[in-house]
């Protein structure tokens, strides 16, 4: 038997709801372990917080944007054929499958990591006292940006200052190399991708 497409868009949905979930999950856990213990082992004054997660933000934002543009968009790799599946299903029945901005929650984690990583150096070098700032400013947003892409390709509701970010992202959809950033394009505008319409 074979499945129509209105089953085929249900069971895409159940699991692209599920993978940005977990995916979630493994954000919350992935940095707000690390925040817990740094904020305990490694105290932090408000304005250091405040800072941290300003610069955790922005390095976000910058992430998300050479992520996408770098390795997302990279003939041939396997990052690149994964997020070539994202944008071919666009409007088809699937398409809720390949939303999920991390492939796997073990794939967040790493990012977490891997981030982690060069920060937790950097501030132990300059003694910046940052980190637990900087990890909830990549889980807030990790988890913004996951959610706001979900309501750009499942047409769900977004607030009145966000409603320009469904046609900023689809463009990129439109025009593949430009606008790589999903909804703050604070990359895109600092490094000139962001074309105008055709």
């Known amino acids: 038997m074979v499945a129509t497409s209105t089953e085929l868009g249900a069971l895409a949905l159940r699991h ?7 995916n979630a999950l ?52 396997s990052l690149g054929k994964g997020h070539l599946e994202h944008h071919a299903s666009v409007g088809t029945p699937g398409e809720a499958e390949h939303v999920a901005l991390g492939r796997s929650p073990l794939y967040v984690a790493l990012l977490f ?58 463009h990129h959809h439109d025009t593949p190399d430009s606008r790589y950033n999903v909804f703050m394009p604070i990359f895109d505008l600092m490094l000139g991708s962001c074309k105008p319409s055709r």
Do not use: C
């Open 113 to 170: 990591a891997s981030n982690g990583l060069i920060v937790v150096l950097i501030d132990f070098f300059f003694a910046l006292h940052i980190l637990p700032g900087i990890f909830v400013g990549w889980v807030v947003y990790l988890v913004t940006a996951e959610e706001i892409h979900w309501r750009i390709h499942m047409n769900g509701w977004l607030p009145p200052s966000l409603r320009f970010a469904r046609a900023y992202h689809m």
């Open 26 to 77: 493994a954000a919350v856990l992935s940095g707000g372990i690390p925040a817990a213990l740094f904020a305990h082992y490694y105290p932090s004054t408000w304005a250091q917080w405040l800072l941290g997660l300003a610069v955790g933000l922005l390095w976000g934002n910058g992430f998300e944007y050479a992520y996408h543009r770098w390795l997302l968009h990279l003939p041939g790799s």
């Open 16 to 22: 692209g709801l599920a993978r940005k979930r977990y």
